[in-house]
């Protein structure tokens, strides 16, 4: 982290460096599969804290909006394409 001028924090359960500026942190305890990790390249493990920043995350709900699109989730789809959240759309009960 120091050597690329990434700034961390110490996280809350662990102990860990969590990533300064992010919107949503986990930390996590690795479970030991030896079998799954030599034959898929697979780890497994237990998130032991969760925090989130309440300018996307209140009262249990994600909230992407205009106002907070600098905090918006990068997700990765595969071969090197991305999305961001661009629109949510409300459910009506029925």
């Known amino acids: 982290f ?3 001028g990434i700034a961390s ?3 809350p359960a662990l102990g860990l460096p969590l990533i300064d500026g992010c919107m949503a942190w986990l930390e996590c305890r690795r479970i030991a ?3 799954s990790e030599a034959a898929y390249d ?3 493990g237990e998130v032991v804290s969760a925090q989130a920043d309440a300018r ?3 009262d249990g709900r994600w ?3 205009d106002d907070n699109a600098a ?3 990068l997700h990765h789809l595969g071969g090197g394409l991305f999305a961001l959240p661009a629109a949510t759309v409300q459910a009506r009960r029925l």
């Open 33 to 35: 599969e030896p079998h």
């Open 2 to 4: 120091e050597r690329h």
């Open 56 to 58: 996307v995350f209140a």
């Open 71 to 73: 905090l918006h989730t």
């Open 42 to 44: 697979t780890f497994f």
């Open 63 to 65: 909230r992407f909006a």
């Open 9 to 11: 924090f110490d996280g």
